[in-house]
T-cell receptor
């Protein structure tokens, strides 16, 4: 059983559309991170959220940490082809190791 | 700064062969990590080194060994490669001071693509 469930697994949209991807768990976490991985590259950190209900914005990306700190969402407004990639959420488990979800693969078509 | 570098970029092995994946970072980070990434599985931690001189098992350590050669370098060795070890391997590093708080940024290398026949 995965500690983190990400949905959807795959999303293909047209440039200019909005989208939301989710990261869910039954466990409570003190913090949660989102990474983006472009094809052929390693993941790059986008944001860390630490407070229940917290909302962080990074240009057209909006990240929210659930009130109960069990889930998170990433909303992209007016998606662009440069947003194409694999979006991974990650949390620290009880033995202080970073655990990743299986990711949402996003394709933004021009 | 090069960040995190990995060699080789690609490798093909036959079952039973051995090889060492090399990783180096130039950010003076204390902690270093090895992950593997398989389709639909996200990234899974193989081994990590919280600081120079220490190494610990991650989620999937079987079939691998590691060496923290110095503060900059962390190598991953496959003693007898198996087809199940076909994967993309990523090395990462982080400062280490905030690791236990779960708020550190991990910086990843570009990966090594390994095919075991």
């Amino acid at each position: 059983t995965q500690l983190l469930e990400q949905s959807p697994q795959f999303l293909s949209i047209q440039e200019g559309e909005n989208l939301t991807v989710y990261c869910n768990s039954s466990s409570v976490f003190s913090s949660l991170q989102w990474y983006r991985q472009e094809p052929g590259e390693g993941p790059v950190l986008l944001v860390t959220v630490v407070t229940g209900g917290e909302v962080k914005k990074l240009k057209r990306l909006t990240f929210q940490f659930g009130d109960a700190r069990k889930d998170s969402s990433l909303h992209i407004t007016a998606a662009q082809p440069g947003d194409t990639g694999l979006y991974l959420c990650a949390v620290m488990d009880s033995s202080y190791k970073l655990i990743f979800g299986s990711g949402t693969r996003l394709l933004v078509r021009p | 700064n090069a960040g995190v570098t990995q060699t080789p970029k690609f490798q093909v092995l036959k079952t039973g062969q051995s090889m060492t994946l090399q990783c180096a970072q130039d950010m003076n980070h204390n902690s270093m990590y090895w992950y593997r990434q398989d389709p639909g599985m996200g990234l899974r931690l193989i081994y990590y080194s919280a600081s120079e001189g220490t190494t610990d098992k991650g989620e999937v350590p079987n079939g691998y060994n590691v060496s923290r050669l110095n503060k900059r370098e962390f190598s991953l060795r496959l003693e007898s490669a198996a087809p199940s070890q076909t994967s993309v391997y990523f090395c990462a590093s982080s400062g280490g001071q905030l690791r236990l708080a779960g708020v550190e940024t991990q910086y990843f290398g570009p990966g090594t693509r390994l095919l075991v026949l």
